[in-house]
């Protein structure tokens, strides 16, 4: 999975896999996190939106499973 960097006070990157829906996400504080069933869009509005920690919060934390890495 490639993981592009994002300006964020909480996240260093994201990555997707369109084949699987998995979202991938790092933290500044070093862990990561697997995000499952993630819709493209939902990915692309992440990558796109003004604050990664915000719309992490609002849009993915508590909306899909995950497992930290």
Request: no cysteine.
């Amino acid at each position: 999975m490639n993981i592009q960097p994002v300006s964020s006070s909480t996240v260093s990157g994201i990555g997707y896999d369109p084949a699987t829906l998995t979202l991938e996400v790092h933290f500044n504080n070093g862990s990561i996190y697997q995000y499952f069933d993630v819709p493209q869009n939902v990915y692309d509005q992440f990558r796109t939106a003004p604050s990664a920690g915000q719309f992490l919060a609002q849009n993915i934390r508590n909306a899909y499973r995950y497992m930290r890495v």
